[in-house]
């Protein structure tokens, strides 16, 4: 079966600008999440949406936000970009929500803010 | 503060040489302790989740042991194909926290 698609595969943005990253789960997960991976802070999760509900949140600011659609996709914004947004953006997505069962992470976005 | 460190930072092995690799949190309420392998440029492949104290897991060399206090991963006669960076995470309450991974080479 076909795996997690994230698209773009690659961005580049100016500060100050927005952008928004797509994710599609495998089909019939209903959980979508989101991280943020950097060489100096790790793996960092953003969020997690369930049945179009965010069930869990990170330690980021409002700027970071997210959406499922009725079909699971998701989908994850940054809005007034900083240097420090510079990332790759990963989605995972599994069966149920609370990430406690098996995730399958797509190979990511790699967002430059310039 | 509730932390997640990974030990060592870097691991390199002789093919077949075993060894072992530590996950130690400082959480209250854990919830699952997770394990991944991650490949560059490719997003993390899920290993195990370890729910409470003493339970193990196995797949293929791979381990997974879970005390109160840490989690080991065992990799036994490992092949250069087991190259990777392996991250452990915890969740706890609404918190999901990686650890920063350890960077393990195994040359044949």
């Known amino acids: 079966k076909a795996g997690v698609t994230q698209t773009p595969r690659y961005l580049i943005k100016t500060r100050g600008q927005q952008v928004t990253l797509s994710c599609s789960p495998i089909?019939?997960?209903?959980?979508v999440s989101w991280y943020q991976q950097t060489p100096g802070q790790g793996l960092q999760f953003l969020f997690e949406y369930f049945s179009e509900t965010q069930r869990n949140k990170g330690n980021f600011p409002g700027r970071f936000s997210g959406r499922q659609f009725s079909n699971s996709r998701s989908e994850m914004n940054v809005s007034t970009l900083e240097l420090g947004d510079s990332a790759l953006y990963l989605c995972?997505?599994?069966?149920?929500?609370?990430?406690?069962?098996?995730?399958?992470f797509g190979q990511g976005t790699r967002l430059t803010v310039v | 503060e509730d932390q997640v460190t990974q030990s060592p930072e870097a691991l390199r092995l002789q093919e077949g040489e075993s060894s072992s690799l530590n996950c130690s949190y400082t959480?209250?309420?854990?919830?699952?302790l997770f394990w991944y392998r991650q490949d560059p440029g490719k997003g993390p492949e899920f290993l195990f989740t370890?729910?409470?104290a003493g339970e193990e897991k196995e797949k293929e060399r791979l381990k997974a042991t879970l005390t109160k206090k840490e989690s080991f991963l065992h990799i036994t006669a490992p092949k250069p194909e087991d190259s990777a960076t392996y991250l452990c995470a915890v969740r706890y309450g609404q918190n999901f926290v990686f650890g920063p991974g350890t960077r393990l080479s195994v040359l044949p």
């Open positions: 995972a997505s599994s069966s149920s929500s609370g990430m406690n069962t098996e995730a399958f």
């Open positions: 959480v209250s309420g854990l919830r699952g």
């Open positions: 370890l729910y409470s």
């Open positions: 089909s019939g997960h209903r959980s």
